[in-house]
């Protein structure tokens, strides 16, 4: 059965330093999503892609957090600098683009811990 | 901004038991969907339901979407400790962006 896959599983980074997480969606998935979870809580959107272009990222706090996915498949998360209150779950997940297919599959997440 | 919320936030339960968890909003949904999530990884897709007053069953579980499409239920019968989890609902809209409910953590003991 086809999977979401994310690298790293786990990263502990100090505050001010630059992290990258990576997503690879199911094969044939356009639409990518990247989340933020903060422990005991519900996931929430940081951006969303349909093949390479943004379709929603008002919620990616700009000034340091930055997403591409330049050929429309894996995506690359980054944050530059990192700060304590960045310490959380990050979540990737893909969907098919077209009709009722809206179902969002999740990858295993980047358990992320600023020290 | 459309809100999810659910209750209870927290339920423990002795094997065997029936629980009912809700998932309450004042705006419509297109469709809703449930996850299951344990520790350490990512949400699991349990179920999608589309159409007002939809029922749909997966074994012990249970689910149903209100005739307005703005709430929903999971009903679990007869729990067991495989059941242990964090249950999230998750209403989408047209724009196909998902709003997820805070999530009810579920323990079962044996």
């Known amino acids: 059965e086809a999977e979401v896959a994310q690298s790293p599983r786990y990263k502990i980074t100090e505050k001010s330093q630059a992290v990258a997480f990576w997503c690879d969606p199911i094969?044939?998935?356009?639409?990518l999503y990247w989340y933020r979870q903060i422990l005991g809580q519900g996931p929430e959107l940081l951006v969303q892609?349909?093949?390479?272009?943004?379709?929603?990222d008002s919620q990616l706090p700009k000034d340091r957090f930055s997403a591409e996915r330049l050929k429309g498949v894996d995506s690359t998360l980054k944050i530059q600098p990192a700060e304590l209150g960045d310490s959380a779950m990050y979540l990737c997940?893909?969907?098919?683009?077209?009709?009722?297919?809206?179902?969002?599959?999740f990858g295993p997440g980047t358990r992320l811990t600023v020290t | 901004t459309q809100l999810l919320e659910q209750s209870p936030q927290f339920l423990s339960i002795q094997e065997g038991e029936n629980l009912t968890v809700y998932c309450n909003s004042s705006s419509v949904f297109s469709s809703l969907q449930w996850y299951r999530q344990e520790p350490g990884e990512g949400p699991v897709l349990l179920v999608t339901?589309?159409?007002?007053?939809e029922v749909k069953k997966l074994k012990r579980l249970t689910f149903q979407f209100g005739d307005a499409r703005k709430d929903s239920s999971l009903h679990i019968t007869a729990a067991q400790p495989g059941d242990t989890g964090l249950y999230l609902c998750?209403?989408?809209?047209?724009?196909?962006?998902?709003?997820f409910g805070g999530g009810t953590r579920l323990m079962v003991k044996p």
């Open positions: 998750a209403g989408n809209n047209a724009g196909n962006m998902l709003t």
């Open positions: 892609f349909q093949d390479e272009s943004v379709v929603d």
């Open positions: 339901v589309v159409t007002g007053g």
């Open positions: 094969s044939g998935h356009a639409t």
């Open positions: 997940a893909s969907s098919r683009h077209s009709g009722r297919e809206y179902e969002q599959y």
